[in-house]
């Protein structure tokens, strides 16, 4: 049990692997409000001993990794030294939550817009603070990241509660906290969650709406119990082993029954082949579940979209739209910057 739980932990927090062997396929877009990264210029350069165009540390590592870009020369930024570690108490557990803000190099005091990251699987700050290139990346764009440890992960006191009501709230509480420093503009959040961060994305918008979040960006995060806890033919996900009839548990873990109350902006990245899943059709609920009943959803997101394609749009499992191709996944940040960038202008009328 516990091997098979740590394989999917692996499997949660790491972009699929990558082969570079040219241009990457640009995704095709449809509109503009949202656009994602244009294609990459330039042969293979995975090997030649230089982080650049679009390697990173999990497509690239013997060039992105921290101690081969140390050796190269191609020394990448000191993140913990443009970090500031703050703790904040989980107003539901009373316990303190380990919050690290990281801002740009050369940050000159003037509020900027944030990112609030929230972990796949049972990950904690470390998933993305151990990873400079990934971090790097994101700073180059001009955000302030927001990362912190839930409840009983990292260095935050307390238990595991595996993303349900008091793991929530203890992001609530990180939300509300960062809003108020003075490197971050208030007006200007988003929320960004990996896998099965989801869960505590989406509780966290449908049960405290108030919250000063603009939208919302979901990374191939698992729907319901059958993804989370093995509850289909399947059998995959992070919690399996939990009774799949326990409501009391599952009611506090389903994102697609949070989806239904969300109301702000939604996006949803989902390449061809789910880093689980073994098909898609968990992505294709959770866009139906957040839009707008006038859209033909059973939501009230007033704008969603599924990757590149036609915003406020609903899909059937039986005719799926087509999804990112794999080669995009290789730049999971570069889109979810592109994407950030595109919903912080959005316009919702």
């Known amino acids: 049990m516990k091997k098979l739980t740590l394989i999917v932990i692996i499997l949660v927090l790491i972009s699929p692997a990558c082969n570079l062997t040219g241009d990457l396929v640009p995704v095709e877009k449809t509109l503009p ?19 650049d165009g679009p390697e990173n540390a999990d497509s690239c590592p013997q060039d992105c990794s921290a101690d081969s870009a140390l050796a190269s020369g191609n020394n990448l930024p000191d993140v913990k030294a443009q970090s500031d570690i703050h703790w904040v108490e989980n107003p539901s557990s009373g316990v303190r939550l380990y919050v690290e803000i990281i801002k740009p190099e050369g940050w000159s005091g003037e509020a900027l817009p944030a990112l609030v990251f929230i972990p796949g699987g049972s990950g904690d700050s470390s998933d ?113 082993g939990h009774p799949c009839d326990d409501e009391d548990f599952w009611s506090q873990r389903e994102a697609s029954v949070f989806a239904l109350k969300l109301r702000l902006p939604y996006l949803r990245l989902q390449s061809e082949q789910d880093h689980v899943q073994p098909d898609n059709g968990h992505a294709l609920l959770m866009i139906s579940n957040a839009t707008a009943e006038k859209y033909g959803g059973h939501g009230r997101s007033p704008w969603t979209r599924l990757n590149d394609l036609v915003p406020n749009t609903v899909y059937v499992e039986d005719n799926p739209p087509p999804m990112l191709p794999e080669e995009a996944t290789c730049s999971t940040e570069q889109l979810i910057i592109a994407a950030a960038k595109k919903l912080f202008t959005l316009q919702i009328h």
């Open 128 to 240: 993305f603070t151990e990873k400079p290139q990934k971090i790097h990346t994101m700073l180059e764009s001009g955000f302030t990241l927001v990362v912190f440890d839930p409840d009983g992960r990292g260095n935050s006191e307390g238990e595991e509660d595996d993303n349900g009501y008091i793991h929530q709230d203890g992001l609530a509480a990180v939300i509300e906290y960062a809003a108020a420093l003075p490197e971050v503009d208030s007006a200007q959040i988003g929320l960004v969650s990996y896998s099965y961060g989801i869960t505590m994305a989406a509780g966290v918008l449908a049960r405290h709406p108030k919250l000063p979040i603009r939208f919302l960006i979901d990374w191939e995060g698992p729907a319901n119990r059958n993804d989370t806890g093995g509850c289909d033919e399947d059998s995959l996900g992070h919690l399996i």
């Open 33 to 51: 409000d949202v656009e994602l990264p244009a294609q990459f210029e330039g042969e293979k350069r995975c090997g030649d001993g230089i982080c």
